[in-house]
């Protein structure tokens, strides 16, 4: 049952990244702007232009450079990047991974704080510990991303030079030093992925601690921690997973901010940077790309699912 | 006592730190990771920086951009000036320990006359672009070589010694594979190819056996030592980390410093900030096809509504004076005749304007965000033209878009930035042209256009000086555009890095350059 659901999901997937992929296409083109002429600067000439509009296939008219490029992407090839002429899946898939290993462990953290923070907010609702949670989570809420890597930058590795300023190394190759490196971009993502999920877990245990079920247990006599642990966490996490699912896919597509302030090689700043270089095959590639793992990332949220609300599999 | 011992030599020894101070790289910051390794291929000006600390030609800039003998000992034109003589240097060798020799160079030479290699100077000596057309490469003995030019072309050294082109840099065969792909640049100088980590760094390693010119760095020429064993490129895409990794000491070296880190920079002990002002031009252009702004009065009229001088003191302080000239004020061409401009008087631009019929008409600038002085010279350009009541409405687009605009020459006025041109003949010939095949062009002359023309087969010096006076003459009286001031290269570097010095080819060099 749950293996034809998943399949069933993953067809649907299929119109929806090939409109992702017409959609990418299109706009891009619209855009102003010519690869080759960035790459030539002011200096170039109509001719020297022409050339390399023709060696990069530029030339071609648009539905012919389309079916290129998809026709290619069918076959697992997502062509090679017009600045640096490196084919696009294998930098996809490298700069995928230095953004997971944030983004999961960011979220991971940001689940374990949000989570029970936000039901006991929501057991000591208008309580001074529930204003303070709630007043906490939306000042991390509000705070852009790039000031708050900013300051811990600023403070963390400029103040106190307990970390590294910038770079990035793999976990393959120093896991201390990598630790090291993304300590500051984890903490700031959890930071504001707390003040998210913090206020999603109190609302759901808010609607669950009024249903009668948890009156029940009360009036059974059953302690406080264990009415919580047992009836309101589990219950109120249905909804907080759904949202972990849309704002983990939202992540993995790319933290383009922070990677950009803390110098991380990730998804992100690859995008940013082929779009402002106009580097089709990279921005068509990685939107295609960040598309399948969001569409991938909600579907294991729904399959999940039941696990915590079996009446969904019940229905 | 002991246990806080052992966990902070742990410590360090985890992070790195006991081991690695003597071995540490020299680092720079990018701003942007290179291209590629290869010279002249697919470059921009990071990727220039980094393949010029490995790679040299038979000729190379000097400090004032002039072209100078680098791996060639001599160089000699025959009377007609159609035929040079490269005479080598002795006892150069390359990165893999083969003797540089007449055979390397001839073969380097034909590698990028072929169109299969996209040399970005191709067109500059094939005849395409007009300025000069190699009919014959030959190399008569081990250590001559000469190529031989349809015409002569006073350019031919330029070119060959731009950056851009790569300094048509002399490489060993085995720097591309048995299919001819690019493998890593084999060259001759101070360092040599170590790892490229891409959007990370670019490591280069000292090459034990470089053969350095006698003398002080002179521009891309000169004497060359690489003091460090390592040298690291780090990209940095950000200013505000690029700064906070400089005064944290995560690199020595801040290349490229942008405007709004200068005060900051400035103000820290520790920290040592110079200028040096560069052969890139910032300009407002004005679209001389405009049914406004073709009218040659009211292009006056904003000339003379500006107060360069000040507002270029405002920008940036002293770090460059304020410079009417195509040519850049570091240029050996730039003479007193080029230094002359009209002063600021809000009343005659208010005349021209009235004699003009201009009424308050809305003007369009384009503008981007990108290069912080160029959005800068515009807002302040709009309140200086406002009090004449010339009314400038600003556009402010992406790089990109505001290129593909300049392209196109759909624009009413751009606040603009060229790329260095190190030639003056380059530097008037990147603004002039006929617009209906080129609309990029801005200054459309026919009169200046074959002055121009004149200059790039005049090796005359004195005779190619009057020529740029008169055109500059002429410039100024046609004011297709408003040129500010050459933006200066800052360079910002940690206590304890000796030798660092910006350069008016506005690239980062790192030979001669040592940390305590």
Redesign the interface.
Known sequence: MTATYALKRLAMAVPTLLLVAVAVFALLRLVPGDPAQLMLGDAADADQLAALRESMGLNHSLPVQFFNWLGAALRGDLGRSLSNDQPVLPLILERFQVTASIVLLAVALAALIAIPLGTIAAWKQNSLLDIAVVGGATLLLSIPSFWLGLLMLLFFGLKLGWVPVIGYVGFGENPWQALLYIVLPVVTLTLIETGVLTRMARSAAIDVLRLEYVAHARSKGLREFTVLRRHVLPNAFAPTLTLLGIVLGNLLGGIAVIETVFTIPGLGRLLVDGIYARDYPVVQGTMLFVAAIYVLVNLLTDLLYPFFDPRVAAE | MKTASLLAGLAAA???ILPAVAQEPLRASLN??I??TQPGG?R?ANTDAVTLHMVEGLVALDERATPVPMLAQTVEVSPDGRTYTFTLRQGVTFHNGAPLTSAEVLWSLRRYMD?AT?W?CL?DLNG??GIAKVTDMAAPDARTVTVTLEQPAALFLSIIARP?CGETAVLHPSSVGADGAWVKPVGTGPFMMGEWR????VELERFDGYASLPGERNGLAGGKKAQVAKLRF?????S???K??L??G??DVLSEVPAPELPDLRRSAGVTVMAAPTMGVTALLMQTRDPLLKDARIRRAIALSLDVPELVTAMIGDDAPANASPLPSASAFRSEAQAARPTRDVAAAKRLLAEAGYRGQTIRMITNRRYPNVYDAAVASQAMAAEAGIKIELEVL????Q?????RGEYQMMS?I??P?LDPSLSYE?LSGPKD??P?KVWEDPEALALIGRSMTTTDTAARQAIFDELYKRFMDQVPMVILYNQPDYMAVRRGVQGARPWAGGLTRLWNVSRD
Not at chain 2, 198 to 201: D, K, P, S
Not at chain 2, 398 to 401: K, N
């Open positions: 985890a992070l790195g942007s990771d291209r590629s697919n921009d169109p996209q970005r067109p395409r672009s851009d891409r959007g990370q760094f780090v990209v940095i895409p950000d505000s980390a690029a906070a990794a005064l944290a995560n690199v992406d790089w990109a878009t290129l593909d605009r300049y392209t603009f060229y790329s041109r990147m095949t080129q990029r």
